[in-house]
């Protein structure tokens, strides 16, 4: 059974920084993306970065580009968000997400992010 371990999460104020880390383990899977998707409350869950294992190419929503990073480390099959510049629109449960390279996806099971003005 494959799982997604995220931690990270927690209580900033406006401006402040988090680093989100998501794990993949118990898995002999290789992976072709890594992303991170977040969910309001009332709200559907959205896409915030995706990577490209192989290339390392990004995308971002355009709500966070220029403040998040995403980055990977492949040997340890583990992805990161560096979240900069907290807003409290930001705030959400934070998702980590994995799809092998044949085409399984897998989900962690949220961390919150806070954002208090």
């Known amino acids: 059974q494959v799982q997604l371990v995220e931690s990270g999460g927690g209580l900033v104020q406006a401006g402040e920084s988090l680093r989100l880390s998501c794990a993949a383990s118990?898995?002999?899977?290789?992976?072709?993306?890594m992303g991170w998707y977040r969910q309001a409350p009332g709200k559907q869950r959205e896409l915030v970065a995706i990577?490209?294992?192989?290339?390392?190419?990004?995308n971002y929503a355009d709500s966070v580009k220029g403040r998040f990073t995403i980055s990977k480390d492949n040997a340890k099959k583990m992805v990161y968000l560096q979240m900069n510049s907290l807003k409290p629109e930001d705030t959400a449960v934070y998702y980590c997400n994995m799809i092998s390279v044949v085409r399984m996806s897998f989900w962690g099971q949220g961390t919150q992010v806070t954002v208090s003005s």
């Open positions: 118990r898995t002999p899977f290789l992976f072709s993306t």
């Open positions: 990577i490209v294992v192989d290339d390392g190419n990004t």
